[in-house]
């Protein structure tokens, strides 16, 4: 009786662990997701960025690359509700604030367009600031190893 308990309790334990060797993490679905948008599969891709989101819904690419794929479909509520919820993980994303500004031109909607290029602008020009001077440090940080003989 005991040895096809330990032959039960032996198949549920591996069929656990092979569970867990396969589950994908979401960023793997939004990885495959990528590809099949590479492909023009939208359908498909869209598949698997709702995985990616329904794996963890803090993904802020899963989020992203949904709304570019409602915005291709003209589902342009949708997608300003996917660009906001990249924004709600990372109000810094500021390839979100200019597609969200370019869904609501498709919207129609100007002035809030208008303010979300502004956001995007001011943002972008904070990151091409902060590659600038970390590009001038590491060109230092170089000269200086070569300079010592390294």
């Not at 492909?39 to 690359?65: C, P, R, T, V």
Request: charged share 30%; glycine share 8%.
């Amino acid at each position: 009786m005991i040895r096809p308990f330990y032959k039960f309790l032996a198949l549920i334990l591996l069929g656990m662990i092979l569970t867990q060797c396969s589950d994908k993490n979401s960023g793997e679905y939004v990885k495959e997701g990528l590809e099949y948008l590479n492909h023009e599969q939208y359908d498909s891709a869209k598949k698997f960025f709702l995985k990616a989101i329904e794996k963890d819904a803090n993904n802020a690419d899963g989020y992203y690359s949904l709304g570019g794929i409602y915005n291709y479909q003209k589902k342009f509520e949708d997608a300003e509700q996917a660009f906001k919820s990249v924004l709600k993980i990372d109000p810094t994303h500021h390839n979100a604030w200019y597609s969200l500004g370019y869904t609501y031109e498709l919207m129609g909607k100007k002035y809030e367009a208008e303010e979300s290029y502004k956001k995007y602008r001011r943002l972008k020009g904070e990151m091409d600031s902060i590659m600038g001077q970390k590009k001038r440090w590491d060109s230092l940080f170089l000269s200086s190893l070569y300079l010592s003989g390294w």
